[in-house]
């Protein structure tokens, strides 16, 4: 192993000694002078001698990898991945401890070993004899991966490009360390240096390279988050509360599209690919509950049906509350100002409740009206009618918005059986599925019989400009 360099660095001019001195002999400063202590440099990065020239390479002469994908057969996560593995690429597999990241990683790599790649797991977090007993678990133990317990991340590397690795699992990036940095393991400084060094090697030996990472809820804590920038994916493992489902999306993707969704089920032998999410992810409920809207939200490539819930109850408190949970809460507050404004169905004097059954969060706007009227279903308390779903962004003015993608979005809702859908006027005709065209929020909620109880003001030349829209205004 080579030696870190110490010694005292002078924070003016960068001059450099082993032994302390109150002045720098070279600037003569004054106290400037702070220890330092420098990590050897990684034996990977050192792969060009100092002074060689860098290589050219021609942009048509660089040779594509399109071909060399490895499908990992765990479909969700091909589909993140978009198409599979591909050689020399850094993924970060980020989410909550607990939820499922070593699981997916083992039975990645044991998938991938079935195939005839080398696979080395560098298990930093657990022993190998618990990894082993998570292998029997997913009825993977069979598979010749070859596990390495050593924390030091260079060990690991050399004897993984010793090995030929074709794919290298790193669980976790704050588990490893970086002899002779100074600070902790899992700290910002050896997170850094550790990506920087799995970054290089797997770009010098063209292995695919998976590296997990603990974030918290909010996501703050700093650790795995500095690596985002480096690596060539990132995928984030979300859950509902305490649900079974488990969401893999991608945030960033060289290789792939990002916001790309998998939707897992984490079962008794590990994560199953769900096959059918928007069935999934539409929560049983009686026909007669009120607050519940089904829409269609388009995630990454694909359409997902869900179901917005929403709970209203008089309010005790002076500032009434607002609780939700997948919606953010600023796209709350602006559907129900529209709700109340446009609608003509106040909340102020309620506490809402509101979340979107199956711990998805939302992103799609095309969402909105069916937020709400979940909204308004629940504040009349009076459900909304059976197999309809809701569909469309809503502006400030109560307008809603040209719907994006309709044709995939009906036909999702089609194959899921639902008979009726509450469209943006304009939407063509989709088959399989009756279309209820409104041009505004007030028209949709008059198609499905909850009027707003009071009078929904039009600005004067709101109505000037829109004469033919003027029958909106609803007179008690
Ligand atoms: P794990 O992959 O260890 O999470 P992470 O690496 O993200 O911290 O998953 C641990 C959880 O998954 C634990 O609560 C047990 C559960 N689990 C199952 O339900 N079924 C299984 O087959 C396995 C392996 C784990
Ligand atoms: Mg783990």
């Known amino acids: 192993m080579p030696k870190t360099e110490r010694g005292y660095r002078c924070s003016a001019c960068g001059?450099?000694?082993?032994?302390?001195?109150?002045?720098?002999?070279?600037?003569?400063?004054?106290?400037?002078?702070?220890?330092?202590?420098?990590?050897?440099?990684?034996?990977?990065?050192?792969?060009?001698?100092?002074?060689?020239?860098?290589p050219l390479l021609r942009l048509?002469?660089?040779?594509?990898?399109?071909?060399?994908?490895?499908?990992?057969?765990?479909?969700?996560?091909?589909?993140?991945?978009g198409g599979g593995v591909v050689p020399g690429s850094l993924v970060l597999v980020?989410?909550?401890?607990?939820?499922?990241?070593?699981?997916?990683?083992?039975?990645?790599?044991?998938?991938l070993a079935a195939r005839g790649l080398r696979v080395v797991y560098l298990c930093g977090e657990e022993s190998p004899r618990q990894v082993r007993m998570r292998a029997e678990r997913l009825h993977v133990a069979g598979a010749s991966i070859d596990l390495i317990a050593e924390p030091s991340l260079d060990a690991a590397l050399v004897a993984a490009e010793a090995a030929a690795t074709d794919v290298l699992i790193v669980d976790s990036i704050q588990s490893v360390t970086?002899?002779?940095?100074?600070?902790?393991?899992?700290g910002p400084a050896q997170i850094a240096e550790a990506g920087a060094r799995l970054l290089a090697f797997a770009k010098s030996t063209g292995t695919a390279t998976?590296?997990?990472?603990?974030?918290?809820?909010?996501?703050?804590?700093?650790?795995?988050?500095?690596?985002?920038?480096?690596?060539?994916?990132?995928?984030?493992?979300?859950?509902?509360?305490?649900?079974?489902?488990?969401?893999?999306?991608?945030?960033?993707?060289?290789?792939?599209?990002?916001?790309?969704?998998?939707?897992?089920?984490?079962?008794?032998?590990g994560l199953v690919s769900v096959e059918n999410p928007s069935a999934a992810l539409l929560a049983p409920h009686s026909p007669a509950a009120s607050g519940?809207?089904?829409?269609?939200?388009?995630?990454?490539?694909?359409?997902?049906?869900?179901?917005?819930?929403?709970?209203?109850?008089?309010?005790?408190?002076?500032?009434?509350?607002?609780?939700?949970?997948?919606?953010?809460?600023?796209?709350?507050?602006?559907?129900?100002?529209?709700?109340?404004?446009?609608?003509?169905?106040?909340?102020?004097?309620?506490?809402?409740v509101a979340n979107?059954?199956?711990?998805?969060?939302?992103?799609?706007p095309s969402a909105d009206l069916a937020t709400c009227l979940a909204l308004a279903s629940a504040i009349h308390d009076k459900p909304l009618p059976p197999s309809t779903a809701f569909l469309g962004e809503l502006a400030l003015s109560?307008?809603?918005?040209?719907?994006?993608?309709?044709?995939?979005?009906?036909?999702?809702?089609?194959r899921l059986g639902i008979a009726t859908a509450v469209v943006p006027s304009g939407t063509p005709a989709a088959q399989g599925i009756h279309l209820v065209r409104a041009a505004t929020l007030a028209e949709a909620l008059a198609a499905v019989g909850l009027s707003g109880l009071s009078v929904r003001t039009v600005p004067h030349h709101d109505a000037l400009e829109q004469p033919q829209r003027s029958e909106e205004t609803h007179e008690r």
């Open 210 to 269: 998976f590296v997990t990472g603990h974030v918290t809820k909010s996501g703050e804590v700093a650790g795995p988050r500095l690596l985002e920038h480096l690596v060539d994916a990132v995928l984030y493992f979300e859950t509902a509360e305490g649900g079974a489902l488990r969401l893999l999306r991608a945030v960033k993707n060289r290789f792939g599209t990002t916001d790309e969704i998998g939707l897992f089920e984490m079962t008794g032998t």
């Open 356 to 364: 979107v059954a199956g711990g998805l969060r939302l992103r799609d």
């Open 15 to 54: 001059w450099t000694t082993i032994a302390y001195v109150g002045r720098c002999p070279a600037c003569q400063a004054w106290n400037t002078l702070d220890p330092f202590a420098e990590a050897p440099k990684s034996p990977i990065a050192r792969r060009h001698p100092p002074g060689a020239p860098a």
């Open 60 to 81: 048509d002469q660089v040779p594509t990898d399109a071909a060399a994908r490895f499908p990992t057969q765990i479909a969700e996560l091909d589909r993140v991945l």
């Open 178 to 186: 970086i002899e002779g940095l100074e600070s902790r393991a899992g």
């Open 398 to 414: 109560g307008a809603l918005r040209p719907l994006h993608q309709a044709g995939r979005r009906l036909a999702e809702l089609a």
């Open 94 to 111: 980020g989410g909550e401890p607990g939820i499922g990241k070593s699981t997916l990683m083992l039975q990645a790599g044991a998938a």
């Open 292 to 352: 519940c809207a089904v829409t269609v939200i388009i995630e990454g490539s694909r359409p997902l049906a869900i179901e917005v819930q929403a709970l209203a109850v008089p309010t005790t408190l002076a500032a009434p509350r607002r609780i939700a949970a997948g919606i953010e809460p600023a796209r709350l507050h602006l559907v129900l100002a529209v709700l109340a404004r446009r609608g003509g169905i106040p909340s102020s004097s309620l506490d809402i």
